[in-house]
């Protein structure tokens, strides 16, 4: 039987392949297809040929269109995305798509036809001439050109008119292999030459050169100037040496990229390097696509998304700043590219390395258990780059004005002076409050899961977002009686202002997602600080990375608080790496830099694990505290989360997929279904249930047998619902 049925994948929400018939087409799979489906036409791209459907072959639409002039995307690829798209619970066709860049998800041809070279495969060069028919002379004639010389299409042409048969008929047989022309890599110059590696960094280039063409994982670990980039860069060359090897690098922001791509280039100007993400112009990012995808990119550095990049030679796999929270994708599929980075790594059998000052504990956890080799890279590279002076200053002893001690305000009046600059770091995105005895630091528990309350002031409740119990606020502290309970958290919306009176001449900025929100506005405020043109910053964790300011001497940080007692069991961890990373940008040339810490808890172990800079001594206890609640890594969580108008409709669906996990799984424990932290949201009322498993396996068993349900559910239809696997926000 011929294989004239096709299975298409689409980009509609149902998990399952579509069958269409080839209409005579010669249709490979991995090509892009156009299709019609409902009363539109779309494209898909063919999963599957087969000789059979589960359909009467009479209801069976032809596809209208195949775009045979690209290149096929390769089984690897969408077996890791079908990998992905079963585990994060979302409709497979939905997760191919959307991983192709946008001009392939359109119906008309992506390219013009003209930027095709076609060479003979190994197989064609040893297949005899022949072979081919003597009647098929066109064939005969092309194949007779083909030994010569690599064609373009317009050498094709004018061979014969009919040339595109006779093309697709080699490449049925694997005779013929097409190749985009794509211009765009700069010419080779001369490359900067590598600085001696420091004992460890060898260390870390041997191992993970000594692991080629094998899985391992390795966790590189070093603060921010030991030398990370320079390992990774020194691996690369290692790694992609004599070969045609590729290699994928991730990086947690946009921002970041041109920084690295910049020090690669410099470094390794002899391998074709792309960048891909989000910031690209649509025709540069299918460009960078296709050169990742036909082989000649062997760089290829981008974010999240980049992670399901075709790439048919893959060495080595390598993930900056691996902890960073941008690479879990908070909407469609929701995704961590740091985990699908792993099982890439694992497919291809290639090592993966992953750096990090301060690493997520799950990856510390592995480092530990051994099943990641740990690589550790102890003090600065540049010897003069001395570290900063971190202090805490105590809030319960020191006066303060809005939020502002005596202590930092001489410091930061110290610098204005000098004519250097300062940088006020605020950490508040996501932190709800908890109740918090001042006298005794008690911290109102949930009696129920080991979590903390969170504090609904409205209704005077307190609330677990964990298990969701409630219960009326307490206004007597329990363990010392102290009277004066109150919610942790300052209001910093008047920092500004206060700053502004305090300082009338200095120059201040603030930088936060409203002041960046135009695409070159973050960059002009980083030339700004460049050009000693702003006095004080203010700013939230997105000036905290990757930016050097040599004149940037004082550090102060303010409102911490809530985030050390956080609900949020993943505060504390988060905190440390920020405060890590924002204490790293004071001082980082010739002057000195000085940290000044705002805190009521000054000799909670965060601060001392800080001064000191000690990663692995904080991580034991954070993760000691992990492993008595039993929350990650330590076990294993999904939330199924809605939302609607109605907060009446998300408890009945949330009910209804309550009751069904609670029937199918005693390996896995469901919570009540309960409001989301952020209660209301864009008028809609949220909420979610939580399931918690001390084995991946029981939770994903769990999962796929629920998620049918719940989509094949009435319910469901009425409001938007999503599953958030190993979430990071709840
Ligand atoms: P990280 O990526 O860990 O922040 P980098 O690799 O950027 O660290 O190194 C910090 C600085 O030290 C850079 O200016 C880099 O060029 C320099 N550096 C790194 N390794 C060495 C080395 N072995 N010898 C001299 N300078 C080095
Ligand atoms: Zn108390
Ligand atoms: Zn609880």
Known sequence: MPKNILKVALDVPLDRLFDYLDGGFSVQVGQRVVVPFGRRNVVGVVIEKSDSSEFALEKLKTI???????L???PSTFSLLKFCADYYQYPFGQALLASLPKRL?????????????????????????????????????????????TLSESALKEISASWRQAIEAFRMQGWVHAEQVLAGFKSAMEAAPPPPLNDEQQVAVNAVTEAANTFKPFLLHGITGSGKTEVYMQILQQALADNDGQALVLVPEINLTPQLEARFRNRLPHLPLVSLHSNLGE??????????????????????????????NLKIVMVDEEHDGSYKQQDSMRYHARDVAMVRAQRSKVPIVMGSATPALEAWHNAQSGKYTLLSLHSRAVAQSALPNIRCIDTTKQESTNGLTQVLVHAMRERLAKGEQSLLFINRRGYSPVLLCSACHWIAPCMRCSSRLVVHLKQGRLRCHHCGHEQKIVRQCPSCGNADLHPTGHGTQRLEETLKALFPTARIQRVDRDSTSRKEALNDILTAV????IDILIGTQMLAKGHDFPNLTLVGVIDT??????????????????????????????????????????????????????YPAYAQTLLQEREMAQFPPYCYLALIKAESTQYREV?????????????????????????????????MERGHILMQATQRGALQKLLAALTPQLRAS????????NIDVDPMEF
Do not use: C
């Not at 540069?284 to 696509?289: A, G, H, M």
């Not at 460049?530 to 043109?533: A, I, R």
């Not at 009945?652 to 949201?681: C, I």
């Open 283 to 312: 025709s540069e990012r299918l460009k960078n696509w296709r050169l990742a995808q036909s082989g000649q990119a062997r760089i290829i550095i981008g974010t999240r998304l980049a992670v399901f990049t075709p790439i048919p």
């Open 72 to 74: 096929p995307i390769d």
């Open 651 to 683: 408890e009945q669906f949330l009910n209804f997929a309550f009751e069904l996990a609670r029937q199918r799984s005693d390996q896995v424990l469901t919570y009540d279904p309960m409001r989301a932290q952020m209660e209301k949201l864009k008028g």
């Open 105 to 149: 998800r359109q119906t008309e041809p992506a390219v013009s036809r003209k930027q095709y070279l076609y060479s003979l495969t190994p197989e064609g060069m040893g297949a005899d001439i022949d072979l081919i028919p003597a009647r098929q002379s066109v064939q005969r004639k092309v194949f007779a050109a083909l030994q010569q010389s």
């Open 561 to 614: 608080d809530s985030a050390l007692f956080s609900p949020d069991f993943r505060a504390a961890e988060r905190l440390f790496a920020q405060l890590m990373q924002v204490s790293g940008r004071a001082g980082r040339a010739e002057k000195p830099g000085e940290v000044l810490i705002q805190t009521a808890f000054p000799s909670h172990h965060l601060f001392n694990a800080l001064r000191t800079q000690d």
């Open 64 to 70: 209208i269109q195949v775009f045979d002039d690209e």
């Open 714 to 721: 009435k319910l469901a239809a009425k409001l938007r619902w």
């Open 530 to 533: 460049h050009d000693n043109e």
